[in-house]
């Protein structure tokens, strides 16, 4: 059997294209040639199954009074039970946690990061009992998201918040021992400032598959 690579995200994980013609079909989603999970199964070869987990909207812990679904903490388990044996779980989440609308500070968005990891690593998915999870703290939201297409979406303070959560992240990683990851380096667009280009998309690829090379 394929060693299984789980990628569970938002938007960023599922693909959402923030300026259409940055994407080779102009649509709102990065196609199969794109985007940053298919781009990893490409690097890791047929020995791998990097199995997109992505939803946009998705949040750590907590529950979206909008749209239904979004708390990653209620979907872990049957995600992880869909497809043991599961090698690796990569988490890239946060963004979405900053939105005004749930009033928690980097701190306490760290807090449902860990509370997330915690839970993931008991399951009883894991090929040869072992957890081994990646946890990605993605790139900050760029000055200019509050006046941009997603800025009422999203509210007031979501910039700052987003730029204090990689203060956090690392020591969450540490204490939970589980890899880290900081994907500041991949570039965002500046449409909504938001949601990685395609060459974000290229670039966190390259990223993830240096720091994994080998090692699962």
């Known amino acids: 059997m394929k060693k299984h690579i789980v990628c569970f995200g938002d938007s960023n994980t599922h693909g959402f294209c923030g300026d259409p013609a940055d994407s080779a079909d ?3 989603r990065f196609n199969e040639e794109e985007r ?35 708390c990653g903490l209620q979907m ?4 992880l039970m869909t497809h043991e044996p599961v090698s690796l ?12 609308r749930f009033g928690c500070t980097a701190e306490l968005i760290s ?28 790139p900050v ?6 006046t941009a297409v997603f800025g009422n979406v999203m509210g007031k303070g979501c910039i700052e918040k987003s730029k204090e959560l990689p203060k956090y992240l690392p020591a969450v990683a540490k204490r939970c021992g589980v890899r880290y990851l900081d994907a500041a380096a991949c570039e965002f667009n ?27």
């Open 89 to 100: 779980l990569i988490i890239m989440l946060g963004t979405n946690d900053v939105k005004e």
């Open 190 to 216: 500046e449409a909504d400032f938001m949601h990685l280009t395609g060459k974000g998309h290229r670039e966190l690829a390259e990223l993830i598959y240096s720091s994994i090379k080998g090692t699962v």
């Open 141 to 146: 939201i760029k000055d200019g998201m509050e």
């Open 36 to 70: 940053w999970t298919c781009l990893l199964q490409k690097k890791l070869g047929d020995e791998y199954l990097v199995l997109e987990e992505g939803l946009s909207g998705r949040t750590s812990v907590f529950d979206d009074p909008i749209t239904e679904g979004l």
């Open 76 to 79: 872990i388990t049957p995600v």
């Open 111 to 138: 807090a449902g990061l860990e509370r997330l990891i915690k839970k993931a690593k008991n399951n009883e998915c894991w090929s040869g009992g072992k957890p081994d999870i990646l946890l990605i703290c993605p």
């Open 26 to 28: 102009h649509g709102v």
